[in-house]
């Protein structure tokens, strides 16, 4: 479910670009191949222990765990093949995060697809015309006796400058955009002069904002939302089963609050500039310890409400 919602935002975000005819479909392949692998890593931080709490709820409910235990299985041997389960997940997650994020991990990866994409459909066409690069608000103009160039306005000039050139290279983390014969022009005004300035080769920094710099790499990004779920899934099955809890609203508060938070730190870190990889470790540091609060809190209310914990049991 999570993976699915995760594909209709990406998809309706991504429409407009997919839909506007100047923009090549195979420009908007990386876009696609970014937002499948976040929807994948939302679903294993969120969606995995969800549905490990939820299958252990159920699985109390229905009254095969209490027929096991009375024949004598022990709520540590059902955990075991929990563990087992939560083990094999996190290799699937793994596999998959780390396919995906090979080469989308870096941001300025998905950048030089999407100019590079968006070239060769510019080269292909034979009459002219030009081929949008999505997200980056620039266009390839497609020429018949001469080179394509990129053009559009200087990112972070506010459109008040423009520019043309006929290479770009973007470096791995965004930090660094080279742009070969580049021609920078102001905005016509009548109250203003103009500029236009040409330079052989120009490296540009700090400019283009819209993505974060990478702090992981595709390996370590894959373990990180692959073992993060994992391990949530079976911090909350673990919580449910010695708990009993059996009522879905006690899961969902539980169990999804510290997925939860857990994806809110995730997300912080990605957003902030002032934290190394390092601080990474905080992740499944809060949702084990917001899942150990829970169960603090859960435990106490059975220990002073018991007749309320047996009719929600």
Not at 33 to 48: D, K, N, P, R, S
Request: glycine share 12%; hydrophobic share 55%.
């Amino acid at each position: 479910m999570v993976v699915g919602i995760g594909l209709l935002v990406a998809f309706v975000r991504l429409l407009p670009w997919m839909l506007a005819p100047a923009v090549p479909l195979a420009a908007a392949q990386p876009l696609l191949l970014a937002a499948m692998a976040a929807a994948i890593e939302t679903a294993f931080v969120l969606g995995v222990p969800l549905g490990f709490a939820l299958g252990t709820s159920h699985f109390i409910r229905s009254g095969e765990a209490r027929a096991l235990l009375s024949l004598g299985a022990s709520p540590l041997t059902l955990l075991r093949s929990t563990l087992a389960l939560a083990c094999l997940w996190a290799v699937v997650g793994f596999g998959l995060g780390a396919v995906l994020n090979l080469k989308l991990a870096a941001p300025g990866r998905l950048a030089g697809s999407l100019v590079g994409a968006a070239r060769s459909a510019c080269l292909a066409e034979s009459r002219g015309g030009s081929a949008t690069v999505p997200v980056l608000g620039a266009s390839w103009l497609c020429f018949q006796n001469a080179p394509p160039r990129l053009a559009g306005p200087l990112p972070g000039s506010r459109k008040a400058l423009w520019f043309s050139a006929l290479g770009v290279d973007v470096s791995d983390d965004m930090a660094r955009v080279s742009l070969a014969d580049l021609r920078v022009t102001s905005r016509p005004a009548k109250s203003s002069a103009s500029l236009r300035l040409r330079v052989e080769r120009a490296d540009l920094h700090g400019l283009w904002t819209w993505a974060r710099p990478a702090k992981l790499g595709p390996a370590g990004r894959a373990a990180l939302s692959a073992g993060t779920g994992a391990l949530l899934g079976w911090a909350g099955a673990t919580l449910v089963m010695l708990l009993g809890l059996s009522r879905r609203r006690d899961v969902w508060l539980a169990v999804g609050l510290s997925s939860l938070g857990a994806w809110l730190t995730l997300t912080g870190l990605d957003g902030s500039r002032r934290y190394s990889a390092a601080a990474y470790y905080w992740v499944p540091l809060v949702g084990v310890a917001t899942c150990a609060l829970f169960g603090l809190l859960l435990g106490a209310r059975a220990r002073l409400f018991p007749g309320l914990s047996a009719r929600s049991s």
